[in-house]
C-alpha cells in the first residue's frame, strides 16, 4: 500500500473482492486515507455484472487475444510490461481508426 501511495498519490479508492474484506478496510482508511470497496458475488451459479469487477475482466479477455501474453514467455518483467503497453496501445489505435474511418 506504501508503494502505491508513494507512486499514484491521487488514488483515493480501491476495488477488490470478497477475500480483501475485514480488516483491510479499516487498516487502509487509518493508514493511508484510501477508501476499499469490496465487490462481492451475488449468486455463485448465475452470470451477473458486477460493478467494477467487469472492468477488469473485459480488459484481461481484451489481452488474453494476443499469443504472447497468453503463456509467460519474457525473461524480464520490463519486457512482459511492454507487451501489455503494446497490445493495449494496438487496441486503443484500432478503435481510434474505426471511429475515424
Known sequence: MRKLQMKYSRVKKLWGDARYGGKLIDW??????????????TEQHKFVVLPKRWVVERTFSWLLRYRRLVADYERLKQSAE?????????????????DLG
Open 82 to 98: 511492454s507487451m501489455v503497453y503494446i497490445a493495449m496501445t494496438r487496441l486503443m489505435l484500432r478503435r481510434i481508426a474505426l
Open 28 to 41: 487502509s482508511k487509518l493508514m493511508y486515507e484510501l477508501e476499499v470497496e469490496v465487490v462481492k458475488r
